[in-house]
């Protein structure tokens, strides 16, 4: 089954992938490839040998093309999660200097907090002392 006999000339098989992220040829959404595909079966990776897609990825039944096999109709491309990867990237620069930007804020934030702290610590000594005052001014009297 892997050696070739069987397998269509325009793919070849080199490897499994589960939980791969891609594109259906008659669906726009990205979908997950199953485990198993409809015979029973794990989708085999492939390459494609058409004039359309030369050499494209694509995650599909191992009983395509044999003879005396059922095939289950199971075709799902494995290139699609390579094409957002550059939006995946700039997505994910964007969320680094936002959490940049959020940790200045917080730290600023926090900066400011200690400083009140100090000035309430400080305010209160100060009515401290100033009651103290008072209190031996008016006890002279």
Known sequence: MFGGEGQASGSSI???SNGYRAKTQNRSRATRVPEWCGCGCRPVLRWSGTH???????????NYNTIG???????????VGQ??????LESLNYNEEQKMTEGWRLEKLESDVRSQKFMIKLLFVVVFVMLLFLLVVFCKL
Request: charged letters at 25%.
């Open 69 to 79: 096999k059922r095939w289950c109709g199971l075709f799902v491309w494995a290139d």
């Open 52 to 62: 359309s897609n030369p050499n494209k990825p694509f995650f599909g039944c191992p």
């Open 83 to 88: 094409e957002a990867v550059p939006a995946k």
């Open 14 to 16: 080199r490897s499994t």
